[in-house]
């Protein structure tokens, strides 16, 4: 890394420590040598599935999103645990969520949603070796399954009822594995 | 939307007001009458800009990002100023911080980048009918452009080089885009 993009930490002031978020104020030493400040927002991690049927439909898991205030449909995803594998965390939200278990999972990508202000990284993996489990929500947790064909998919992201990077990230990933 | 997937406010403790992001705790009755807390984060929203040289290589800008503690190369991208056209927002950060102009900026697609605590939108435009403007960033903003192949991009994902959603969706547009 050049030494030209470097942000010092001067000072960090805890505003804020939540049930999934923290919040930080950092004061910085720019670059030039003055002075900034940065909100950062601490996330513990997420993974998210990709997870398409023997009948060609991916899963996906329809929910409503208080900061959207709107329901949209994803892939399955959740936040890892304290020290949780990402893998063993995939197999678990996607059994939880949908009722399937994945005997393999493969990576396909991890990524930083909002790096502007937030190190959320999501761990993107793809389901395989399918077969039937048992749907367990959180308590806090209410969601709806759905499968669709891409066609319905690619609609989905027309109408906003598909309308997160992730999930438009797995549907672009699927329709370039057809290709 | 089925009743089931709705989540009613029931008290807004506002806890954080930024420069660039709020912080709220909603209290909200649950789909299932049960009462929930929920940390929701506030933000302007943004644009990215796909943008492709005539000799095949993707702009991209370099930063170091504060919440990550490293540079990473997105492609470039900025927020949008109250009430700012998306589409101008595009071409405003485009040539601020890489000089380069586009007379033209087509819609590809929108998505929220974190829809579990954050309301930020991200508007994804691709660049066209490019010319020569001029750099000038933000006061608090220092970034390098570096042009790359789509081998080169790809392999800067492999090392983490590149490793935010909206780049990632940037870099299997043009893959797929070329196919």
């Known amino acids: 890394m050049s030494r030209k993009l470097f942000e010092k930490t001067i000072k960090i002031d805890p505003v804020f420590k939540g049930k999934i978020i923290d919040l930080e104020v950092?004061?910085?030493?720019?670059?030039?040598?003055?002075?900034?400040?940065?909100?950062?927002?601490?996330?513990?991690?997420?993974v998210a599935v990709i997870c398409v049927t023997d009948s060609e439909k991916m899963v996906l898991v329809k929910q409503y999103r208080k900061a959207l205030e709107k329901a949209i449909a994803?892939?399955?995803?959740?936040?890892?645990?304290?020290?949780?594998d990402p893998r063993l965390c995939a197999q678990r939200e996607l059994e939880e969520e949908t009722g399937i278990k994945a005997a393999y999972m493969k990576e396909v990508a991890?990524?930083?949603?909002?790096?502007?202000?937030?190190d959320e990284l999501v761990h993107v993996?793809?389901?395989?070796?399918?077969?039937t489990?048992?749907?367990?929500?959180?308590?806090?947790?209410?969601?709806e399954r759905i499968d669709v064909t891409l066609e319905e998919a690619k609609n989905m992201i027309k109408t906003g009822e598909i309308h997160d990077a992730k999930t438009m990230y797995a549907v672009q990933y699927w329709e370039m594995m057809k290709k």
């Open 26 to 46: 950092q004061d910085v030493e720019l670059p030039n040598g003055e002075q900034g400040k940065r909100e950062v927002v601490h996330h513990p991690g997420a």
């Open 110 to 118: 991890s990524f930083y949603t909002s790096p502007g202000f937030a």
């Open 125 to 131: 993996y793809e389901a395989a070796d399918l077969s």
């Open 133 to 143: 489990g048992e749907v367990h929500t959180d308590e806090d947790e209410f969601v």
């Open 74 to 84: 994803e892939i399955p995803a959740g936040k890892l645990e304290k020290g949780e």
